[in-house]
């Protein structure tokens, strides 16, 4: 019996120092853990390491990315992270606290926006309430509505995991970068059909900057006058929200995540508008973010036509 448990532990001596270092060389073995903390960038950033680590996505896909707050376990898993993928500029609102405190107890981060340029609330976008989050200048967190601004953080991250883990994800990521390109042409070229003076959009928040600013589309209005769908509506707002939307002879309002249903119906009954839903913040059945913005660029190429 003695004999057996020598051996045991001899064989585990001799084959964990091994396993690890093949886990550190090429992703096999022991894996590092990747926390991204919502689906969206979660399925850029697998599509990039493929088998060489897991993925873990903090957000389940479908829940809103600005309220949601983590349970005991995912804090957990946040906290033993080899790395924690993160977007920045306020989007996890949720979650500031538990990312900010495995940050300072030495958990590795790469924020996704650090890594773009970031787009800041510009004048006349159609956003008439005073809330702080949403003054001109404020930072814009809807960096994934842009597949350049994801190809930055493509090739930034690639270089990251090289660095810090000995991970080569060079290959995937120069086909991610190709695909991204290819992805962008694909979206300039179905918009094309809309005229400039047509592309005007109305949402539920205001999570279509990065869109607009690379497809040339103009802001026109909120129905939750705020970069999160956290802040409250009121009569004033929505009031003139009606008047801009008359004014511009917008043609649809799209709602997303975090739209009160009543008051959608509310603007399209009393505008005469068409009332269309648009998935800003969820991957779609096949967890593909490139079937993702495709179906964007589709529900509002067709409703704007
Ligand atoms: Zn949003």
């Known amino acids: 019996m003695k004999k057996v448990f020598i051996a045991v532990i001899a064989l585990v001596l001799l084959v964990a120092p091994m396993a690890c270092q093949a886990g550190i060389l090429n992703g096999t073995g022991s894996k590092k853990s990747i926390v991204v903390t919502y689906s969206i960038l979660g399925s850029i950033v697998q599509e990039l390491v493929g088998n060489e680590a897991n993925v873990i996505v903090s957000i389940p896909n479908g829940l809103d990315p600005h309220e949601w707050e983590p349970s005991a376990k995912d804090i957990e898993a946040i906290n033993k992270a080899d790395l924690v993928i993160q977007n920045g500029l306020g989007l996890e609102g949720g979650m500031q606290k538990t990312l900010a405190t495995a940050q300072s107890q030495g958990v590795k981060f790469f924020t996704a926006s650090d890594y773009i340029t970031v787009r800041h609330v510009g004048l006349g976008e159609g956003i008439p309430s005073g809330d702080p989050d949403q003054a001109i200048g404020a930072a814009d967190p809807h960096l994934w509505m842009d597949p350049l601004a994801m190809k930055s953080i493509v090739s930034s ?24 390109d290819s992805l962008d042409k694909e979206i300039a070229n179905m918009v094309a059909v809309i005229p400039v003076s047509d592309r005007k959009l109305v949402t539920g928040h205001e999570s279509m900057g990065y869109f607009a600013q690379r497809y040339n589309f ?4 909120v129905i939750v006058p705020s970069l999160s769908s956290e802040a409250d509506v009121s009569a004033a707002d929505l009031a003139s929200l009606k008047q801009v939307i008359i004014d511009s002879q917008v043609k649809a309002v799209f709602t997303e995540i ?10 399209g009954d009393e505008t005469g508008v068409k009332v269309i839903e648009l998935t800003t913040h969820a991957l779609p059945a096949d967890g593909s973010y490139f079937t993702f913005m495709r179906d964007i660029a589709s529900v509002i190429t067709d409703g704007l036509k």
């Open 258 to 267: 975090g739209t009160s249903p009543n008051v959608a119906k509310a603007i």
């Open 157 to 180: 991250l690639a270089i990251e995991l090289n660095k810090d883990f000995n991970l080569n994800v060079s290959s995937q990521a120069i086909d991610l970068e190709n695909r991204l």
């Open 218 to 221: 103009k802001l026109t209005g």
